[in-house]
C-alpha cells in the first residue's frame, strides 16, 4: 500500500472557476477526511466519509464546497465559483473506523486562486 | 475560547536540548490525543498518540498528558536539526460518528545547532 494519494499536487485556477480534488485513501481505512489548512494554522476540518456516507460537514463550508465518495473507494472535493479565500492546502486523510486512530495524511493538493 | 490551544512560537531550542511543546484543550470528554510533525510544504506526519493520564515514550519522544488539568504536552530529547518543524496537537472526541480531529494552530520549534 502507497498510503493516501492526493491529485494533482499544485493547481492554480483563476477567480471564478470550478476545481476538482481527487483523494485515494489506505484501502483498509473506512474512514476518509477531507481538512483545508492556511498559513500559519492548523487542518481545518471540511468533513468525513464512513465508507460511501458522507458522516459530517463542517458549518464553515459553503454551499459551493461539494465531496463524494462513490462506492467508498477514492473521494473527490469540487470548489465552484472559486474565490481568492479558497486558496490554501487541501488535505485528505483516512483511518479505520473507530476511537483512537490517528489520520494519515495524503500530500494535500496546494489551490491558488489568482 | 479555542478547542485546542498552543503556543504558536517559534520555539529555539539548542541542539541536544530537552523541547517542551504545550496543549490545552477545552472539550473534558476528548479522550485521544495526537501529535503530528509538519514540516514547511508538507502534510502533517503522525509521530505520537497517548489516550490515559501519565506518560508515553516513544524514542526520543516522550507525551504526557493530564485530563484533570485539560494538559497534553510533547517532550523531545536531544533535540536535532531534523527535529525543525511545526507541531501540531490534535484532540479527539471518542464518540462513535464523531470522531474527527481537532487540531490547534501548531508550535514552530527551530533546533539550533
Known amino acids: 500500500d502507497t498510503g493516501v494519494s492526493q491529485d494533482p499536487r499544485h493547481k492554480i485556477t483563476k477567480r471564478g472557476q470550478n476545481v476538482t480534488f481527487r483523494c485515494d485513501p489506505i484501502?483498509?481505512?473506512?474512514?476518509l477526511y477531507w481538512y483545508r489548512q492556511t498559513l500559519g494554522q492548523g487542518p481545518e476540518f471540511l468533513t468525513y466519509?464512513?465508507?460511501?456516507?458522507?458522516?459530517?460537514k463542517s458549518r464553515l463550508l459553503s454551499d459551493r464546497f461539494s465531496a463524494e465518495r462513490p462506492k467508498g473507494s477514492f473521494s473527490t472535493l469540487e470548489i465552484q465559483r472559486t474565490e481568492q479565500g479558497d486558496s490554501a492546502m487541501y488535505l485528505c486523510?483516512?483511518?479505520?473506523?473507530?476511537?483512537?486512530?490517528?489520520?494519515?495524511f495524503g500530500s494535500g493538493t496546494r489551490l491558488t486562486v489568482v | 475560547q479555542k478547542e485546542v490551544e498552543q503556543n504558536s512560537g517559534p520555539l529555539s531550542v539548542p541542539e541536544g536540548a530537552i523541547a517542551s511543546l504545550n496543549c490545552t484543550y477545552s472539550?473534558?470528554?476528548?479522550?485521544?490525543f495526537f501529535w503530528y510533525r509538519q514540516y514547511s510544504g508538507k502534510s502533517p506526519e503522525l509521530i505520537m498518540s497517548?489516550?490515559?493520564?501519565g506518560d508515553k515514550e516513544d524514542g526520543r519522544f516522550t507525551a504526557q498528558l493530564n485530563k484533570a488539568s485539560q494538559y497534553v504536552s510533547l517532550l523531545i530529547r536531544d533535540s536535532q536539526p531534523s527535529d525543525s518543524a511545526t507541531y501540531l496537537c490534535?484532540?479527539?472526541?471518542?464518540?462513535?460518528?464523531?470522531?474527527?480531529?481537532?487540531f490547534g494552530t501548531g508550535t514552530r520549534l527551530t533546533i539550533i545547532p
Open positions: 466519509f464512513q465508507n460511501e456516507a458522507q458522516l459530517e
Open positions: 490534535a484532540v479527539q472526541i471518542s464518540n462513535f460518528g464523531n470522531e474527527k480531529l481537532t
Open positions: 472539550d473534558r470528554v476528548s479522550q485521544s
Open positions: 497517548i489516550y490515559s493520564n
Open positions: 484501502s483498509e481505512h473506512n474512514r
Open positions: 486523510a483516512s483511518s479505520p473506523t473507530g476511537a483512537g486512530y490517528g489520520y494519515t
